[in-house]
């Protein structure tokens, strides 16, 4: 497998791997990593659907790419999910994909006009004193030692920042900036998380600083993304014969180990609560994924709050398991053991007439029912005890929701504190509880508010122990290869296996890469995994990032002013001064 840019590679069509007609493939879990693999076993690897067969212990696929509606509580999505323009690997697969909502085109073409059609921005990002403007003004408000902070970490190498948090990197005065307001809500960063992982993030989406403030780097599916990315997905995989069998949880994997080479000899798993299993040969690769971030993820309803599951977790269990039987496939507990630093809760709540809406439009400033981008990403209240942030996509959400109801999802990331209006933690409240106080915080009046939970909305909330467990500060190994040392017909998938130096985790892109990687890998495709966009070598990039950085103030040379003068109209006539001053960094 190799890295490849451009459309050379992108356009061209691999040859049918050597040996694949007599090949098996077995995948554990049915999340996004898994479908993907699958996939590309069959377009690229050419492998024949019905010799590949998914193993979920659920009963639907798709992972954490969730959005149902539950008979008894109403609409529920766990979580959302931010794409951008250069999720390479991830708009690679969708092209393939027919779409389900328009007729000759693909996931991708879709999207694609979609957003082309209605983009997304946002014109309230942060609020405080029950629904009012913040004032941040789109500013980062970042100092001279944030800012310098920033750079330390940006350019510091992978080994510097192994082990360490991000407060152990950056001081109090960038901890209070807007930039971080933005940035910890938007990806769900705590204080205590990884510095490693930030300073990936930084790299990675360099391209888009300017855009988080507003939201004007993201993209977002029409629906909930199982609607519009993992139901056409798995609708694909079926119509090409590949076998889902659900119900079906995967309890360990046998290894052998000899002559430097490693190769999964057996499968187990409890089907429908019966032990079975499957011997694999050395034609049967095995693409497992490993860890989980909704593992016993647990819903309350209306009148019942969300549960913290401590009990046992079956995909960590496995995963530990098998980390028991070499050092090279990593160390599961540096991630799932610290729930109490890896939980938080969102809910999603369903207004169920119009009166809440209204409050919802005089916040975001657009019409929660016309179809379009309504809070465009995040709504973050900025003086919340729980740090909560609500956000409304279009409308409708769900394909089956009534055309008078609006879906809102809503997380904090204090779960633990005492609310302003509700005095109790989150993780307590019931979804009428959780409906109060995110009314209370959109600015409803207070004689409204106990009214208007009861009687206009319904929420489910969903407490979630392990959902950023891949943030905790690690270290080289502790997330095994995607294809480890020797592996001969296995590799890891998932947003805990290690793809590469250069992605960051916690995106849809990070599922799809481990997939084609794996996928690429151990059928010997040969076809170029797209690099990660390189935004992080490109000096324009950089110097647009500097500059909104300093909220558009340009860089104050130091020196005496007649040397300064100098330099300045040196500069001013070279290609680096108009770049300078096409970025707004170099005074006119």
């Not at 269990?317 to 599961?332: E, N, Q, T, V, Y």
Request: aromatic residues 12%; charged residues 25%.
């Amino acid at each position: 497998m190799y890295y490849s840019s451009g459309n050379y590679e992108a356009f061209a069509r691999p040859r049918k791997p050597a040996g694949v007609d007599g090949k098996s493939a077995w995948f554990v879990g049915a999340g996004l990593a898994s479908m993907a693999g699958a996939a590309f076993l069959v377009r690229d690897g050419q492998l024949p659907g019905e010799r590949i067969t998914v193993l979920e212990r659920l009963k639907l696929p798709g992972g954490a790419l969730d959005g149902i509606k539950e008979p008894k509580r109403g609409f529920v999505v766990r979580g959302g999910r931010e794409m951008e323009n250069h999720f390479e690997c991830l708009w690679d697969l969708f092209r393939s994909i027919p779409s389900i909502e328009v007729e000759g085109a693909s996931v991708l073409d879709e999207f694609y006009w979609l957003n082309k059609d209605d983009p997304n921005f946002s014109l309230q990002r942060v609020t405080h004193q029950q629904g009012r403007d913040a004032g941040t003004d789109g500013l980062f408000a970042l100092g001279n030692r944030a800012q310098r902070d920033l750079l330390k970490v940006f350019l510091a190498t992978r080994a510097e920042m192994e082990g360490k948090r991000i407060d152990e990197v950056f001081g109090e005065e960038f901890l209070a900036s807007n930039f971080w307001l933005y940035w910890r809500t938007m990806f769900a960063f705590e204080q205590w998380h990884s510095a490693l992982e930030m300073k990936l993030y930084l790299h990675r989406f360099v391209h888009h600083i300017g855009g988080l403030p507003d939201f004007s780097a993201l993209k977002f599916t029409k629906y909930n993304q199982y609607e519009s990315l993992v139901l056409p997905l798995y609708r694909w995989l079926l119509e090409q014969g590949v076998v889902f069998r659900f119900d079906t949880e995967v309890t360990d994997v046998d290894f052998s180990f000899a002559d430097g080479r490693k190769r999964a000899t057996r499968l187990h798993w409890l089907a429908a609560g019966e032990p079975g299993g499957v011997d694999l040969t050395a034609d049967d690769l095995l693409f497992a994924t490993i860890g989980s971030l909704t593992e016993n993820s647990d819903n309350g309803d209306q009148h019942t709050p969300a549960k913290l599951d401590e009990g046992p977790a079956p995909a960590w269990d496995l995963w530990r398991r098998i980390a028991a039987k070499h050092p090279d496939f990593g160390r599961p507990d540096v991630f799932g053991a610290h729930i109490a630093q890896t939980k938080w809760e969102s809910a999603t709540v369903t207004t169920l007439d119009r009166r809440i809406p209204a409050y919802i439009q005089k916040v975001c400033k657009r019409d929660p029912f016309s179809g379009r981008v309504v809070t465009g990403g995040i709504v973050t209240v900025r003086d919340s005890s729980w740090l909560l942030s609500w956000t409304v996509n279009r409308q409708p959400h769900f394909k089956q929701q009534p055309a008078d109801q609006v879906v809102v999802w809503l997380y904090s990331l204090f779960v633990d504190r005492p609310g302003d209006y509700v005095k109790k933690p989150m993780q307590e409240c019931t979804g009428e509880e959780i409906t109060r106080e995110w009314l209370y915080h959109l600015g409803v009046p207070v004689e409204l508010i106990d009214p208007l939970a009861a009687e206009a909305a319904r929420c489910v909330p969903v407490m979630m122990p392990y959902v950023t467990s891949f943030f905790m500060p690690r270290r080289a190994g502790d997330r095994p290869d995607v294809v480890p040392p020797g592996a001969v017909n296995f590799a890891f998938i998932g947003q805990f296996a290690e793809a590469g130096d250069r992605d960051c985790i916690f995106t849809t892109e990070y599922s799809v890469r481990t997939g084609m990687e794996a996928a690429y890998r151990l059928l010997g495709v040969e076809r170029g995994v797209p690099e990660v966009f390189g935004s992080t070598y490109d000096v324009r990039a950089l110097l647009n990032a500097a500059s909104r950085l300093c909220d558009g103030a340009p860089v104050g040379l130091p020196g005496p002013h007649v040397l300064r003068k100098r330099l300045d109209a040196r500069l001013g006539t070279s290609e680096i001064g108009e770049l300078l001053k096409e970025y707004n960094l170099l005074p006119e």
